[in-house]
Structures are given as C-alpha cells and as structure tokens.
C-alpha cells in the first residue's frame, strides 16, 4: 500500500514529509499539509487534529470523515514517521476566519482516540498477593 501512496502522491505533486495522512480501510486516503494542523494530546488518550484550511480543503476534509462511524478504526501517519491506530470520535462545527491579511480559512478540529493493542501474551498474573496489577513481562 505505501508503494500505491507514494504513486498517488507523486501524481498529485504532494509531499507526504509535509502531510498529515489519514487512512480507512486499504484504500480511502486522505492527505493534509501539516503547515496547516495542529495536533494536541490530552492525558486521557484522546487527540484533537485541528485544521485551519482553505474552504475547499475543509469540505474535502469534512466529506471523508463524514464517513466514519463514531468508533471506527483508521490510521494517521505525520510526516512519514509511521501509522499509528486511532478511533473516530467526532468532528468540531467549522468555523470561519477571515482576515485582511491573507484568504479566508475555515478552522475544524477531528478527534480521535488512541488505539493501544497490547498484545495478550505480554501480560502473566501477578506473582505476589498483595498486588491488583498485571505485570508486563
């Protein structure tokens, strides 16, 4: 799939060290310049990715997550640094900034929360009587 990417990529003139890459199942890929996000990460695991984006890309961003159901698994990869797994958890109302200074932009925030698989076999039972934790091996 990475080599389809970096096809696709390539085609459309897009830099994936500057994007921010959501991914929905093997094909449904969506590419955001990360000049425009930012990326926050609250102590409970949730994330919020927020957009200030052209009118255009902001309902091309709208629209691919508008598929999602709340809970659904998908991947992000910032800047070719790997996927991780995360699940749908909604998307902000889009709001407008208009300035002199440059074209408007529409602010809109997608938030997720991360996926953690531990694996089943890395947990045992806890060795001493006084302890309610599993321990990792």
């Known amino acids: 799939m990475m080599t389809e990417l970096k096809d696709i990529a390539k085609e459309n003139d897009v830099n ?5 890459v959501f991914v929905r199942g093997n094909d449904d890929i969506l590419a955001v310049d990360i000049s425009n996000a930012g990326i926050r990460q609250r102590s409970d695991d949730t994330m919020g990715f927020t957009f200030s984006i052209s009118p255009k890309q902001a309902l091309e961003l709208e629209k691919y997550f508008n598929k999602f159901a709340t809970g659904e698994k998908f991947y992000f990869d910032i800047s070719q640094t790997g996927y991780r797994p ?12 208009v300035s002199g200074e440059y074209e408007p932009k529409f602010n809109i925030t997608l ?14 039972a806890p060795t001493c009587a006084c302890c309610e934790f599993c321990h990792i091996e």
């Open 111 to 124: 938030f997720a929360q991360k996926a953690i698989v531990e694996p089943d076999d890395s947990y045992f």
């Open 86 to 97: 995360v699940y749908y958890r909604g998307l902000s109302p889009m709001t407008k900034e």
């Open 16 to 20: 994936l060290e500057n994007c921010v």
